[in-house]
């Protein structure tokens, strides 16, 4: 079974950037990833998933500020995130597309306050 590890989350002020990674135990590139997170009280959303030919689509909220991208060598899968706002303060965590076909991983909280 893939363990998945998230890290790169922290408290950012609101225009501010980070960059979250999620590695990996063995190589998952057979599978489309997706970065998803979920704030307190809400369902968990997919905002950015990349298919295995390295297409990318994103959540409307988050188009134009957030970048996926995978690293192939270290089976690791990242979120570059710009102009964060508020509302993007949330766990994110990685897996496959649904259903999901890894066990969750701990996630890395992501907080946007000023």
Do not use: H
């Amino acid at each position: 079974q893939v363990q998945l590890v998230e890290s790169g989350g922290g408290l950012v002020q609101p225009g501010g950037s980070l960059k979250l990674s999620c590695a990996a135990s063995r190589s998952n590139f057979a599978y489309s990833m997706a970065w998803y997170r979920q704030a307190p009280g809400k369902q968990r959303e997919q905002v950015a998933r990349i298919a295995t030919d390295g297409s990318t689509n994103y959540a409307d909220s988050v188009k134009g500020r957030f970048t996926i991208s995978r690293d192939r060598a270290k089976n690791t899968v990242y979120l570059q995130m710009n102009s964060l706002k508020p509302e993007d303060t949330a766990v994110y965590y990685c897996n496959t597309l649904l259903p999901v076909r890894y066990t969750w991983g701990q996630g890395t909280q992501v907080t946007v306050s000023s």
